[in-house]
């Protein structure tokens, strides 16, 4: 039996560098916000560094336009009348994080071959790809594209 408080303090973990445009990745921020307490540290990391990588490649184009500009950093982006300072980071921040989580629902998915097991690994798959359409929506608010694109075919 261990009594309640006795168990130590996880240490922190360190943070993940950027590209120098966009921020930094901070791994027991992400722990916090998405309550995600149950996985390895190092799975954690993979997933937060593949999920950046990812989010980055999408945002190469915007990236680059922006530094064409001379912007140095994506806090030196202008932003719209609508928005507040730190916008545009929070909008990047929330696309790596929910990348990362639907990585992380994926991969955890549950070892059970029971029909109850099963349909957890469904919801995870389906979490997941909510996860991804969060990503996907962060990606569009931050380059100020519509969400929803439509075309008869």
Do not use: C
């Amino acid at each position: 039996m261990i009594a309640h408080g006795s168990n130590p303090a996880s240490t922190p973990l360190e943070t993940i560098g950027n590209n120098g445009f966009w921020p930094d990745i901070d791994p027991n921020e992400f722990k916090d916000e998405e309550r995600v307490h149950n996985v390895t540290t190092p799975r954690i990391r993979q997933s937060l560094r593949a999920a950046m990588a990812d989010i980055n490649r999408q945002l190469a184009s915007y990236q680059a336009e922006q530094q064409a500009s001379g912007r140095a950093d994506i806090g030196e982006v202008p932003i719209e009348p609508w928005q507040t300072p730190g916008d545009l980071q929070l909008l990047y921040l929330r696309a790596v994080y929910a990348q990362a989580q639907a990585d992380l629902l994926e991969r955890y998915r549950d070892a059970s071959a029971t029909g109850e097991g099963d349909e957890r690994g469904e919801a995870k798959d389906l979490a997941a790809d909510d996860y991804r359409a969060d990503a996907r929506w962060a990606i569009a608010e931050l380059t100020g594209r519509n969400h929803t694109t439509v075309e008869l075919i």
